[in-house]
């Protein structure tokens, strides 16, 4: 089962009762029997009705944990055992859901434990309400202001350890949705006369003592300080240290809180300056020193402290110390000085030590405010948290006392107004039947306090403003005088005479009957106090510090606003302000925790029964209880009731056109809800029951429920049809798209396809087009050939009467020319090459031109060989010589000879004079060489050959050793008779000598050469040249004689007869035959 769905009450497990409208039977015992009961079981609050009582239980519980933060949130107040959690939850359920701006109004006498529960309602709405990085730093800022103020401006008082010496009125301002923005803190009138004195066994401000216990040693010496608090005047001694109170750790948690809070490094250093200069200044004491007129005059005894505080300040020490001593009174552009004496010093230093410590609480108050102030313009809802010094009773009771019981007793008085009295006043407003209950009504000691014509304050202000010598004495015979009548005003020389003997109420006093007591006023110091006057010396020696607050502190020390105008009093200011808090508080919707405490000496599980039930009865609990019982405990306009409550039955929901009082009266029937439960005002429904309430809120709870699921499925239903709506239009959308697409491409495709059949089908068109009008061209071509050979004809028929004469002639000569013309341009392109042996010539194109075809030819072929012969040399000429001569001896003749034509005829083929092997046959050779080459030398016995060396001059031929080069013969040409040779296609020849000569006895020479016909002819020719001899017989047959040494040899060449295929070979048949064969061609 969750969490939200247990059912759980008040009731359950209930100790005593939870809600004092419950007490059965009521009676003053039975409710403190109650309380007692229910505080004995740590049952620290009880309800009456929606107003909480706090005991303090002057020990910590576990009941402050998240898990009962949790436990509490969003539950209806009278679900669980009464808590402030649940208080606290109300009232911001009701500014978040209903937007309703709340305040809590947090009462009781001092100790009781109301800025606990300020605390405790602040951090329950921090958890409960929204979160994230700028929600919780807001938190963080508006929970940490408390530990800056309660060091500044808590102490310890006789009633409370951590006693609230000034008001506050935090207002917590929320967005729309319930998320802190920021907040805004009021002050009211800090006890400052504590600074310079204080009571018996209290102490001064926190702070001074932190400050001494929890500063670093170089942040004491930096502020001139020592941590020995006997040191300082302004500190007492009897409680400096406080059970229970670690004064350094709270200096730590201070430091912390003022950077959270956002505090620079240098502002917290310069309140501390300002902190230590008030310590400084305590010290400076003064002496009296006669002067000549005989006043007396006062000097500061001991300079050093004076100098520090001034060092602290940035303050000259003179402008100081002059103001210490003088007094300068301006009155209508007079300016008189009067010299202060000792009395007077001192007052001044309290009153400047007073000033800059209350000046610099509210520059705090104000720097804090600046640091939480929401930064948002928007709409904001409030919830004001009101936690004011509590009502206080002490030994001496002073101007102090008097305001802060005067706040008191206006909170009594709106608690009255609204609870009590207005209640009551409503119930008739609205005709409801109401017995009247009797209660302590505390106007009347408001009136008392604030009337504006007699009362105590404006009495005050009228003695503090009058000319004359002014006293506290003459302020209380005023106030004997004009307050002597009053039921709660006592004073001993009061014309009631009743007080003449009371002992108890000395002559400097007075007593006012508070709401819960009586308390004795000495009235000594009201008037200064009220007038809370600071020399203006001295605030235009403040304002000329070098100190970042000081001109902010002391603002009418600048000496160009001097303002001769009293400034407002203490007592007005307070009066004005507590003034704008009622109404403030009285716009918004009122929460209130009531706190008592069970004993007066701060000790936990003591419950003094006679203690609690004074403060049950001035608070006036038993009055409210029986209000409350008599009463209603709810109601509500009809408008808004209905507007809230119509959804639980039909003929309401959702619109009600008639009257709304009609409207709740059928949603009350239809719910069938008794009748005795509830009434009908004029304009308000009033239930009596919170029962019946808890049933509606459970009827709508649940209704709500259902409701949110039929918007749930509405909405779903609506979200559903959009996204389907919103998916078909971007379906058709996209079909769209997509259809589009796809016939684009399609047409795209059938206008390529048209295109390409068009171009087919024009290409087609255009061919049969083409191919008629080439047709029609060829046509035309024709008809116009045979037109124009037809009129050539009929021209020619016509006119060769006229042309027969001479015009055949002409065309005759004229188509002779152009043939001939163009007989010689085409000979041009066909003539034969240059060469002489070239037969080639052109074709004859006409069977006219035949004759000059070949005369051209003949021309050619002349013209060719003289170009030919033009190019010849004379070595070249013998060669040719030579070679027609060889052809002259050889042609047709012997079978070698054609093979020898292209072989051109060296002469020189060993090259001897360049070959040193030959050197030998240089020396026989005088003449020039005409050949040189190796032949066979064929051996006469065998046939076979020897290689030797053939050289041929002019004159002789020579043979020599190929080898060696050793000349083995060397003949005359004159000796040599013939040569023969075969007709075959051999290279043998015999060179025959004459039988007479001198060489004959060496015999003929048979030799065989490749090279013959060129032997043959250069000896042939060598012959023929020399004019004085017979050319040589070339005899060419096939056998001829040779004559070797004795005997003659035939030479015969037979054909084809050898073995050795294509080789010639010799052989010596017998002794008279050589037989050559050779191959067969
Ligand atoms: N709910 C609580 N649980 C535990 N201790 C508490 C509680 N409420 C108060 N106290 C104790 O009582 C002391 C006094 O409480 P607190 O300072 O809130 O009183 P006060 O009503 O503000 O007094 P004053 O009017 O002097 O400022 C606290 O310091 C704390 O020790
Ligand atoms: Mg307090």
Known sequence: ??????????????????????????????????????????????????????????????????????????????????????????????????????????????????????????SYVAAVCGKGQEVNKVKEQLLQSNPVLEAFGNAKTVRNDNSSRFGKYMDIEFDFKGDPLGGVISNYLLEKSRVVKQPRGERNFHIFYQLLSGASEGMLKKLKLDQDFSKYNYLSLDSATVNGLDDAANFRTLRNAMQIVGFLEEEVHSVLELVAAVLKLGNIE??????????????????????????????????????????????????????????????????????????????????????????????????????????????????????????????????????????????????????????????????????????????????????????????????????????????????????????????????????????????????????????????????????????????????????????????????????????????????????????????????SESLVSHQVRYLGLMENVRVRRAGYAFRQAYEPCLERYKMLCKPTWPHWKDLARKGVEVLFKDLNIPEE???????????????????????????????????????????????????????????????????QQKYKKIKNS????????????????????????????????????????????????FFRANAGKKIYDFTIQKIIQKYFCDLKNTIPSMSPIDKSWPARPFQFLEGTHQHLRRIFHLWRGKQYRSHFTEEKKAIYEEKLEASKIFKDKKALYPGSVGQPFKGDYLEIDKNPKYQKLNIVLDEKLLLADVVNKVNRANGKGASRIFLLTKKNFVLADQKSGQVKASIPLPDLSSVSVSTHNDGFFALKLKQASASAAKGDFLLSSDRLIEIITKLHRTGAASGDREPITIDISDEFIVQFKQDKVCVKFIQGGSKNGNSVTCKRKNNRLLEVSVPSP
């Open 1 to 122: 089962m969750s969490k939200m769905e247990v059912k759980t009450s008040l009731l359950d497990n209930m100790i005593g009762v939870g809600d004092m409208v419950l007490l059965e039977p009521l009676s003053e015992e039975t409710l403190i029997d109650n309380l007692r009961k229910r505080f004995s079981h740590n049952e620290i609050y009880t309800y009456i009705g929606s107003v909480v009582i706090s005991m303090n239980p002057y020990r910590s519980l576990p009941i402050y944990t998240a898990d009962k933060v949790e436990e509490y949130r969003n539950r209806n107040f009278y679900e669980l055992s009464p808590h402030i959690y649940a208080l606290s939850d109300e009232a911001y359920r009701s500014l978040r859901d209903q937007d309703k701006d709340q305040c809590i109004l947090i009462t009781g006498e001092s100790g009781t434990g109301k800025t606990e529960a300020s605390k405790l309602v602040m």
């Open 286 to 607: 003064f002496k009296p020193e006669s002067r000549v007129n005989g006043f007396e005059e006062s000097r500061i005894k001991d300079k050093n402290d004076l100098k520090e505080m001034c060092e602290l300040l940035g303050i000259e020490q003179l402008v100081l110390e002059r103001a210490f001593s003088f007094r300068t009174v301006e009155a209508k552009m007079e300016k008189v000085s009067t010299t202060l004496n000792v009395a007077q010093a001192y007052y001044a230093r309290d009153a400047l030590a007073k000033n800059l410590y209350s000046r610099m609480f509210s520059w705090l108050v104000n720097r804090i405010n600046e640091s939480i102030k929401a930064k948002t313009t928007a709409r904001k809802k409030v919830m004001g948290v009101l936690d004011i010094y509590g009502f206080e009773i002490f030994e001496d009771n002073s101007f102090e006392q008097f305001i802060i019981n005067y706040c008191n007793e206006k909170l009594q008085q709106i608690f009255i107004e609204l609870t009590l009295c207005e209640e009551q006043e409503e119930y008739i407003r609205e005709g409801i039947e109401w017995t009247n209950i009797a209660y302590f009504n505390n106007a009347i000691i408001c009136d008392l306090i604030e009337n504006n014509q007699n009362g105590i304050l404006a009495m005050l202000d009228e003695e503090c403003l009058r000319p004359g010598t002014v006293t506290d004495e003459t302020f209380l015979d005023k106030l004997n005088i004009v307050c002597a009548e009053h039921q709660h005003f006592e004073s001993r020389l009061s014309k009631n005479s009743k007080f003449l003997t009371d002992h108890s109420l000395p002559h400097n006093c007075f007593r006012i009957q508070h709401y819960a007591g009586k308390v004795l006023y000495r009235v000594e110091g009201f008037v200064d106090k009220n007038n809370d006057l600071l020399y203006r010396d001295l605030s235009q020696a403040m304002y000329k510090a070098n100190h970042r607050l000081m001109k902010l502190l002391f603002p009418e020390g600048n000496p160009a606003k001097v303002n001769l105008k009293r400034p407002p009093t203490a007592g007005f200011q307070f009066k004005a302000s507590v003034g704008t808090l009622m109404r403030n508080l009285q716009t918004k919707n009122p929460n209130y925790i009531r706190c008592i405490k069970p004993n007066d000496k701060k000790a936990a599980r003591v419950f």
């Open 677 to 743: 439960e509830f009434s009908y005002g004029r304009s308000k429904i009033f239930i009596r029951n919170p029962r019946t309430l808890f049933f509606l809120e459970e009827r709508r709870r649940q209704c709500l429920e259902d409701l949110a699921t039929l918007i749930q499925k509405i909405y779903r239903g609506w979200k559903c049809r959009t996204h389907f709506l919103l998916l078909k239009k971007s379906q058709v959308v996209v079909a769209a798209w997509y259809r589009r697409y796809a016939q």
């Open 754 to 801: 048209t295109i390409v059949v068009q171009s087919f089908i024009r290409g087609w068109k255009a061919r049969k087009i083409l191919r008629e009008l080439k047709y029609q061209k060829r046509c035309k071509q024709a008809a116009s050939t045979i037109a124009a050979y037809w009129h050539g004809m009929l021209v020619r028929r016509e006119y060769r009467k």
